[in-house]
Every structure is written in structure tokens, then in C-alpha cells.
């Protein structure tokens, strides 16, 4: 078969079905989510032999030793390796997504033969409104072409035109409507053992660091199988009043003078738990100034008092302008209602929603830390109390 055929053939067939089916953990959707229990090993499919390496010699992008093996792709950006065993060369793909990008590494995973390729790759697919980039690791153990890991550990896109139904946008016009979305991991692998922790993640269009739990894997025959998860501690543990906990604020010898103004419960996402683990508690301090507190529930005592609180993070408004009020746990995002949220208010008139929005901030569950919104636009604040007091305008 001349070499021009054998490239067609190549072409035609293998660059459009080589496929690793079993390397199929990938992260797509952004949000915290509990990583599988598993994560299979799989063999790769259509393995074809070839006497030469000559079909793809103008694609290869990099090399490997021990074993000899040359890296390529084609127009469909996928990566394939050509691995020399004995006389032939086999062929198969390594990836299922397209890779612009990419860096090698070697490491002795499962402690057999050679070390492990690894391939930390990247791809940036970019839009006249918006775009995605997102990167991943791959593992395969080339001695038995054998894929351990193909894991998708950073994802961003923004897609605000798409919230609007717009087919074409005017950017100018819409820029201040501009959504993102992301998720990061880290991923280290080590001698028959791997560890994933959530460490980058999306809310109110802005992305933000994590510290969510770990999760330990051990490499087994079938795969990386879980062996624990260890949660991260929660809050900022910048604030000096970080891990303090009390029953009442006096409890705290230094916000003895503090005036408590209310507080409540947030609510979990999934309400048929009614697992309230966090609260905002509202303060006046000996100065005047608004006081939040984000804090975490730890237990009742053996009477079933009420439970102890931790202090994650605090928030300091200071003093109120003319019509400004502050609100928590009635505050919508995008119409849904959403009890993580602090904002100052400023009610000009009476109305069912507060739509004028001074700041806002988030007491993020994931992170036992306050943050503030970057973008404001779509929180509103119910209004059920009485206009007069505080000497708003009634709504006509």
C-alpha cells in the first residue's frame, strides 16, 4: 500500500474514530460538585500498526523517550501518538477535545515499567461576544495503553449575549450585562495515589478563590478509586475575630457594647434538608456602626440550647446615609430569592422590591468568607414592612 493511500486512509478513518471511550471524567459545568467514587481505567481502541511514521511527520508538535513515541495532531486539533514497538509504529488518539496547547510531564504513577505521560493541555476558543478556555490533564500509561486520567481542572466562559436571547450584540451596549462562569481544581498525582481539591469557582459574575474539601484517590487495577475526602476549614481566617464563638455577643469580652439588631438562618440550597448550618447575625458596635456577622453553627449543648456560633467572617457598613437601609435574607439575584445576601438599600419609595442597590455582598457557604458583588445588576430586596418608618414615599 504506497503512503499516499495509507494517508488518506489515516485521514478518512482513524483521525475520525480514535477515540479513548474510557478516559471520560471530565468537569464541564461550573459549580461545586462531589467528584465519582471512581474513576476508570480504559484501553485505547483502534490501535493500527504502521511500518513508518511518514503520514504524519509534518504534524508532530513533540517527542517522548522510553519508549520512543512522537505526539501529533491534525485538523481537528485532537492528539495522537505514534509509540515504536519493534518494527511497526502504533497509532491511536490520546485525546477526545481539542488541545492548542500543551506540556509534558513523566512520572512513575502505578510503579510498573516506565513512567507515565502526562499531558497538562490547554484550549482557547474565543468569540466575537464571548468565549471559553479551559484546560486538563491527561495520564496514560503508554507500556500498556492504558488512559488513567483525562480530567478537565479549569474552565472560564462568559456568556452574558446568550441571558438576553441575542443573536448578534452591540458590546458597548450589553458590556455591563457581562456573565462569567468558571471552575478550578488541582490535581497532584503521586506513586499510586492522586488528590483533587476544588480551588476556583463562579458567583455573581465574578470568579473567586475556594478552599473546598479534598478528595484522596488510590490507584487500583480498575482505576483511581476513592479513599477519603478531607473538608477545608471555612472562613477568613484573616479576620482577627475569625474562630471566635459564643451563645450571646456579650460572650465575647470586646464586643461586650455591642447592640444586636437581629439574625437569621441561611437557607441550603436543597430546603427539603433544612440543614441550616450558617447564619447573619446584625450588630450596632459602641461607635455606631453596622456590624455583620457570618457565622457557622456547631451543635447544641447536651439541653438543646441554642446552638454555639463560630464566626467565619465579618462585614463592617459603618453608618448609614439618609434612606439607605441595610437587608439580608430577603434579597433576590435574577428574580430568585437568596438568603446569602447583605445589601444597603436606597428606598426612596415604597415598593414589593427594592431595586436600588448602594452594595452588595455574598456570605458564601463555600467559602465561610463575605464577598462583595462586582456587579450589582439584577438584586432587588423585599419590602413587607410598613413605609413609614422609614419615611420613604409611598408608591403610586
Known sequence: MS????????????FLFFVCLGCVFTAYSSGYQDLPDSIHTSKAVDIVYYDDI??????????????KAYLFNHGDSQMYIALERESKYAV?????????????ERKNINKIGNDELIIHWDDLSPGMSGGTASSGILVWDIDSY????????WFFADYWYRRYGLEETDEATFSSYYEESCYGYTVELEEMQMTIQLTQDSYDNKCIDVNGKKYFYKLTGSGFVLDRKEDAEL??????????????????????????????????????NYDFKFGISNYKDENGDIIFIFQEFIGHDEKGRTPESKILDTLNIGKLGNNEFAWYQQCRKDNIFDSEIIAIVFAEKCKKYEDKIVKAWRANTQTGKI?????????????????????????K
Open 3 to 14: 503512503i499516499k493511500i495509507i494517508y488518506h486512509y489515516l485521514k478518512a478513518k482513524i
Open 54 to 67: 511518514s503520514f504524519c511527520r509534518e504534524s508532530i508538535v513533540d517527542s517522548i523517550e522510553n519508549p
Open 92 to 104: 491511536f488518539s490520546l485525546s477526545k477535545s481539542p488541545i492548542k496547547s500543551h506540556t509534558l
Open 146 to 153: 492504558n488512559c488513567f486520567l483525562d480530567f478537565q481542572n
Open 235 to 272: 472562613g477568613n481566617k484573616e479576620n482577627p475575630l475569625f474562630g471566635k464563638t459564643y451563645r450571646k455577643i456579650t460572650d465575647i469580652p470586646e464586643l461586650k457594647n455591642w447592640t444586636t439588631l437581629g439574625g437569621g438562618v441561611i437557607y441550603p440550597k436543597e430546603l427539603e
Open 371 to 395: 464577598q462583595a458583588f462586582e456587579r450589582i445588576y439584577g438584586i432587588d430586596c423585599v419590602r413587607e414592612d410598613d413605609c413609614e418608618d422609614y419615611g420613604g414615599l409611598e408608591e
